[in-house]
């Protein structure tokens, strides 16, 4: 299809300029709903890479100069013009990333959120004033910028991931280096050209694709970064701290996760159906939030597994551009592989197919949305992220089993459950060792909430008052003599 913009940019974005690699090497991007090439982007070296991060540190002092208020002028204008072309980013996003346009539009309108969010929050970075214990001396906090940022974003929301960093990031007076993820480079770059627009100065913003590691170990290792901010899986993150360990770099970490969703006997079973049907089945099951292991109390186990069979019957598989599509393709082979791998497992240890699990026949990425009814508590999928869209159902008798099943993993990014005893909503609520709970709501992002998980999820958060925190450094200032 032939894309109505000029926001599609083929190479990165280095202060100010719009730059090929030196040697010529590019990395081909693909649709995943079709498997056909979009476009290339460029395969920058480290050396390239630390010429994007000088140019962030020369630009951030002016940038970090400027009144909170001049910064949050040009990030509101950021957000209007995201908004003012929401359908052309909404199109290349479904385009490099599979998703259904309609989930597309709403990544857009969730991402600029989180520009407008940071452009007032920008202004509310204050300082305190200290009773001294000492006469004659005052105690005061500054809060100034970290520096220079590197971000490392994922594919499966290529434009949110990278405003909820870049929006803080910026709004605090950092300057930024972003490596989106090769899969899906073109929604970064698009931004990039609308911050451009915006009146984001030249080498505050930056935009650098290639290799993963090549370029990511240059992003961790150099000095001159002050913070890095990943999110992406757990092994990955895992590695990037140990090389941050080096300069002793801030870091916020928005790792894997696997979310349980428990569904109570006293639950409204029709809300927890939608509940899991926003948290599973969005984005095609690959979302760091997704409910990973469905639980489901012994009373209403069939009832609630019916109902659920036939909200998920009622999926459209098809391309994101379809009228009617709700669900996409996954990205790549390698997901497939592993929903079908998870799958298998599950089956060969005692798991039925409620629905789905046959091969799609557009084949390709795309997945019959699938529900495993009495998964064993030893499968894959209880205690690995599937990132696909399969609800595994797992009988539960007591509360006090349901909340120890659900912690039982290393990881704590969201939870979910569903009860209309008020008692239990708390009890269960402070329970869970969980960044995020979600209490008879199956969706939880906004920009006004602190994203983030506990335990191996990472370390952080993301949107809300608290996310600019992340990217401020807090000076003690002590004056004798008064
Ligand atoms: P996902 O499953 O979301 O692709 P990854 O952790 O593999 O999770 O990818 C998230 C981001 O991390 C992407 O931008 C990817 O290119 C990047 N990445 C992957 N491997 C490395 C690495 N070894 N060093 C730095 N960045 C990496």
Not at 243 to 267: H, Q, W, Y
Request: hydrophobic letters at 45%; a negative charge; one cysteine or more.
């Amino acid at each position: 299809m032939s894309l109505a913009t000029s926001l599609l940019r083929q190479q990165c974005y280095i202060d100010g300029a719009w730059v090929e690699a030196a040697d010529g090497r590019t990395l081909a991007v693909h649709n995943p709903s079709t498997g056909e090439a979009i476009g290339r982007v460029p395969s920058l070296s480290a050396e390239e890479v630390r010429g994007a991060i000088r140019a962030a540190e020369v630009a951030g002092a002016g940038w970090a100069a400027l009144t909170a208020k001049a910064r949050a002028t040009v990030l509101r204008r950021w957000h209007e013009l995201c908004m003012q072309h929401q359908e052309a980013l909404a199109r290349l996003l479904t385009l490099e990333q599979g998703k259904p346009l309609a989930e597309a539009r709403g990544e857009i309108a969730y991402g600029s959120a989180f520009i407008e969010w940071f452009a007032e929050e920008a202004k509310r970075v204050y300082g305190d004033i200290i009773p001294s214990t000492t006469a004659g001396q005052r105690i005061m906090v500054l809060k100034q910028p970290v520096g220079v940022v590197a971000a490392i974003t994922p594919w499966n929301f290529p434009n949110a991931m990278i405003t909820r960093k870049a929006g803080a990031a910026l709004a605090a007076g950092c300057s930024i280096v972003i490596k989106p993820a090769s899969a899906t480079p073109f929604s970064a770059l698009a931004l990039a050209e609308l911050a451009e627009s915006a009146g984001v100065p030249k080498g505050v913003l930056n935009i650098v694709t290639g290799q993963a590691s090549e370029v990511g170990n240059e992003l961790a290792d150099n000095p001159v970064v002050r913070k890095l901010s990943f999110t992406g899986s757990t092994e990955v993150g895992k590695q990037l701290l140990r090389r941050c360990a080096d300069t002793v770099k801030k870091v916020s970490m928005e790792l894997g996760g696997n979310a349980p969703f428990i569904v109570f006997d006293d639950a409204d079973l029709d809300a927890a159906v939608a509940g899991v049907m926003a948290s599973k089945f969005r984005n095609t099951g690959q979302t760091c939030v997704c409910a990973n292991r469905v639980f489901v109390q012994d009373a209403v186990y069939e009832r609630f597994a019916d109902k659920l069979k036939i909200a998920v019957e009622a999926l459209a598989v098809g391309d994101g551009f379809e009228e009617g599509t709700t669900l996409g393709p996954l990205i790549d082979e390698r997901a497939v592989a592993k929903v079908n791998e998870h799958i298998e497992d599950a089956v060969a240890g005692g798991a039925r197919l409620l629905t789905g699990g046959e091969p799609h026949p557009r084949g390709g990425n795309f997945l019959w949305p699938a529900i495993l009814t009495d998964v064993s508590r030893a499968a894959l999928l209880m205690s690995e992220e599937t990132f696909g869209p399969v609800a595994p159902l797992i009988r539960f008798h007591d509360e006090e089993e349901a909340v120890r099943l659900a912690n039982d993993t290393p990881f704590g990014l969201a939870s979910y459950f569903y009860t209309r005893d008020l008692a239990r909503a708390w009890r269960v609520s402070e329970a869970l060792e969980f960044g995020i709970v979600g209490l008879n709501e199956g969706i939880i992002s906004s920009e006004v909430a602190p994203f983030g998980g506990v335990k191996e999820s990472g370390i952080g958060r993301e949107g809300s008052k608290y996310g600019i925190d992340d990217y401020i450094e807090i000076k003690y200032l002590c004056v004798g003599g008064v």
